[in-house]
């Protein structure tokens, strides 16, 4: 199977015109790199990052530069008008820190905004489109101080590739062409139509050269005034002129909001598994607790049973998430709001208490939440369905530094509003966009100054050393977390490479049906799974969007995720 990549890789590099545009072919995994690596969803944003990483640059460096990429390469995921957690693992203090750029509520957002006059919940797709949506993006604040703390090389530098790329142009790749032809309801939005579509109403096409001024200028600013240049002046009041008059749901975003976004740095949320620690973002993700408790409960079962694939495996994974799902959706919101019970979710007592409800012969049905030793908040439900809304980097240093950053703009294309070359998110929508469920006020209501309950898991495995073993992240909404334990076990358990772990068909539960990529696999364990009281979903195609980078002897391998641009290249 991995031969069989490396070679159509090989024979895409050779055969497609890419003109001196990039290096590698979406796909490409390069199988061995000694010292550096950067593992990211697009050939030309992973390009940018090596450029900085040859440079001399470190991790942090080369990530800047990739997002700047992306957003230009990739905007239907990620991008400067976006929000974005960044995990990083610094190898002189052998110490593990996270950044958290996640997008903020204007101050005049409310419990009930997105209720129509009635009362009624609004559904998402009404929601998501115009201005209401969109939260004080994060990207650029929490790179700039990322940068601050462990860059190399000067701001200004990790900009050069993006505003290349974007005054000269690039091919438009699978994917992005791919997203602009299946996202019917773009083609109504004016930015959209504009940017992605030929004047007689036909999708721009892969391959066809696409530039972006407007990009360019926006990121000449930003290389030379800082975030300052973003946060505040034009850029900043076209972003509130975009918000206020959108063609749909106009929202109220003001200068002062912009003005007032602060990225921070938290502690991450780590717990151990087996031999290794394993550490992911905290609150306001609820990626890093549920991460380490389905990891924790796993532990109760050994290796062999945790095999990828099968029965026992995805049945016993499929229970253990049920259980943290369950925890996710009642105790989990942003932390400066609500009292999550972090320490209480993650006490190695509770998980066991929480594993021994696993029946490993028969399906748990739908989970309740547990009762962790803490006082908790109410009800926090963020019902994100999976989307093409987010891309996940992960990258190695010289020195070892290592990053793993996943960044959003939450849907396809965010709030489908654009304001100077970038898209706007609609993150807000990760808010439960009903503020009381069942009588309970929800902890994950929409508030001035909060930040929406986020699924996004940058995660690092140490070995039992303490030294850097593996990284790996994803887009998928609340499916990260399905896709990123399912990596996680098939490397540590299974032994897999990243290529292998992250290539597995697909199984998830999410505290509901069991979910099931269409697969040879996934057909075979069906009736089995059914069997043992699972009740079942089949889906066509994940929307998972792993790239993952693992530490072997003399240097590193990585996996980017064949269902998307991905690519892993380096020194
Ligand atoms: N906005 C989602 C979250 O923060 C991610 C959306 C996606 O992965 O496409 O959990």
């Known amino acids: 199977m991995r031969n069989f990549r490396l070679l159509l890789s090989l024979f895409l590099a050779l055969s497609l015109p890419l003109g001196a545009f990039a290096q590698t072919a979406p796909g490409f995994v390069k199988p061995f790199a000694k010292e550096q690596m950067v593992a990211a969803a697009n050939p030309l944003a992973a390009d940018a990052g090596l450029e900085m990483l040859r440079a001399g640059g470190s991790a942090v460096d080369a990530a800047i530069a990739v997002q700047l990429v992306l957003g230009l390469v990739e905007p239907e995921s990620s991008g400067i008008g976006g929000g974005a957690f960044m995990l990083l693992f610094d190898p002189k203090t052998k110490k593990t820190t996270s950044f958290d750029g996640r997008e903020v509520a204007p101050a005049s957002a409310r419990p009930d905004m997105f209720l129509d006059p009635d009362g009624k919940v609004r559904t998402k797709p009404q929601a998501i489109p115009g201005g209401l949506s969109v939260g004080i993006p994060g990207v650029i604040a929490m790179l700039e101080l990322a940068h601050s703390k462990h860059g190399k090389l000067p701001w200004a530098r990790l900009f050069a590739p993006a505003i290349k790329l974007a005054d000269e142009g690039f091919p438009v790749g699978p994917k992005l062409a791919r997203t602009i032809r299946n996202f019917k309801r773009g083609a109504n939005m004016p930015d959209i139509k504009a ?9 721009l096409e892969q391959g066809e050269i696409y ?9 000449r600013k930003i290389a030379s005034g800082g975030s300052k240049a973003f946060y505040t002046g034009e850029i900043a009041q076209a972003i509130v002129d975009k918000v206020r008059t959108a063609p749909v749901n106009q929202g109220g975003m003001t200068l002062a909001d912009l003005a007032s976004f602060k990225p921070l740095e938290r502690a991450p949320v780590c717990g151990p598994y087996r031999i290794w620690r394993v550490c992911s973002m905290g609150p306001p993700s609820s990626g890093g607790i549920a991460i380490v408790q389905i990891l924790g409960m796993l532990q109760r079962f050994p ?3 945790l095999q990828p694939g099968t029965l026992s495996e995805v049945h016993l994974r499929a229970q253990a998430s049920r259980l ?7 105790f989990i919101a942003d932390p400066a709001f609500v009292k999550v019970p972090v320490k209480g979710l993650i006490d190695k007592d509770y998980i066991a208490s929480r594993a021994a409800l696993i029946d490993p012969a028969k399906d748990m049905g739908t989970a309740s939440a547990g009762n962790p030793p803490e006082k908790h908040a109410a009800f926090s439900p963020q019902r994100s369905p999976a989307n093409h809304g987010t891309s996940h980097m992960t990258l190695v240093d010289k020195t070892g530094q290592v990053v793993a950053m996943t960044t959003s703009v939450e849907s396809v294309f965010g709030a489908n509003i654009m304001v100077r070359g970038f898209f706007l998110n609609n993150t807000l929508t990760d808010f439960s966009l009903n503020p009381v469920l069942d009588g309970l006020p929800v902890a994950n209501a929409p508030a001035p100054g909060k930040r929406p309950l986020s699924a996004m898991s ?3 495995v140490f070995d039992q050393n303490g030294d850097f073993l593996l990284s790996v992240g994803s887009p998928g909404g609340p499916a990260i977390i399905g896709y990123v334990t399912q990596t996680v076990v098939a490397m540590l358990d299974g032994g897999k490479t990243p290529s292998e772990a992250i290539t597995l068909p697909r199984q998830l539960n999410l505290n509901s049906p069991t979910r099931l990529e269409k697969s040879a696999v996934n057909d075979a364990l069906e009736p089995q799974l059914k069997a043992m009281g699972h009740s079942v979903t089949v889906v066509m195609g994940e929307g998972s969007g792993l790239h993952g980078i693992r530490k072997v002897k003399g240097g590193y391998i990585g996996g980017a995720d064949p269902r998307r641009d991905g690519v892993v290249i380096g020194d």
Do not use: M, V
């Open 211 to 219: 530039k972006n001024p407007d990009y360019a200028d926006s990121l």
């Open 324 to 330: 943290a799902y369950a925890d996710r959706a009642r």
């Open 195 to 203: 940017r992605f579509y030929h004047a007689d109403g036909t999708p």
């Open 458 to 460: 940058p995660t690092i």
């Open 303 to 305: 290796s062999s049973e």
